[in-house]
């Protein structure tokens, strides 16, 4: 898709939309980052550890920033915001792709591996929407899409705690559009499956060989795949509230 005008709405009078992606120096925020500037989008790439990777992604973007970004703690995710505003100006489309995994068997899961997935994955995706919401409503336009995962409608052995927080992050999403439509903000999930990253490093061949059997197209997902469906979020005002499933037919 090339980038025109209809990728984020008309554009503000002072410059491009900003899009704070959290989660860019990992394989599918990176991907999101640069399908958005490609849509004509100012990109500020919120990391968390890899400062490095998120400001070399910085530097190949025009105009974009690499901002810190824990979601885990309120306050870094105030900071964050300031300083996109400071800089940038008001967050107007918001990417949640920051998460982590904590694989256990149920019964040797620790509350410490319960609580950090739910903190990164649904608890910080709702403290950023609560964060750039204001700044939405009063633009009279916003775009949020949080990356999910099909294991919030299958779930997935091992990831009792992952499955619970993509599963609550899709209810989020939809009572965020419910709220906020008539004010011009879209909310939506992007659902892949199994995508090749570091994330998944620990999974073994055994464990994606099935993944893949199960899909209709044999195969893993892309990142690339999954940020188009991120920007065809953003561009589409009539599409909020669903989870658009990435995932290569897997059921």
């Avoid at 999910?148 to 409608?153: E, L, P, Q, V």
């Avoid at 199994?194 to 055994?206: D, T, Y």
Wanted: aromatic content about 4%; hydrophobic content about 45%.
């Amino acid at each position: 898709m090339g980038a025109g005008p209809g990728a984020a709405g008309p554009a503000p009078a002072d410059g491009p939309r900003v899009a704070l992606v959290t989660g860019a120096s990992g394989t599918i925020g990176s991907a999101v980052a640069r399908a958005l500037a490609d849509a004509g989008l100012r990109v500020a790439a919120g990391y968390h550890r890899d400062a490095d990777a998120a400001g070399q992604l910085a530097a190949e973007l025009p105009g974009a920033l690499a901002v810190p970004v824990d979601v885990t703690d309120p306050g870094a995710v105030r900071a964050a915001f300031r300083e996109v505003a400071s800089a940038a100006g008001p967050v107007t489309v918001l990417v949640n792709a920051a998460g982590v995994l904590r694989d256990r068997p149920l019964l040797r899961m620790a509350d410490r591996d319960w609580e950090e997935v739910l903190s990164a994955n649904l608890t910080g995706p709702f403290r950023c929407v609560r964060q750039a919401l204001p700044a939405m409503v009063a633009a009279g336009y916003g775009r949020i899409v949080s990356i999910g995962s099909a294991a919030a409608a299958y779930g997935t052995p091992g990831q009792a705690n992952y499955s619970a927080a993509k599963a609550g992050l899709l209810a989020l999403t939809r009572s965020v559009a419910r709220e906020y439509g008539r004010h011009g903000v879209t909310a939506n999930v992007v659902a892949p499956g199994l995508v090749e990253s570091p994330l998944i490093a620990g999974v073994g061949a055994a464990s994606r060989a099935g993944f893949a059997e199960r899909t209709a197209t044999g195969g893993l997902v892309s990142a690339e795949d999954v940020a188009r469906a991120v920007r065809f979020c953003v561009e589409t005002p009539g599409l909020t509230g669903r989870s658009v499933d990435v995932d290569g037919g897997f059921g």
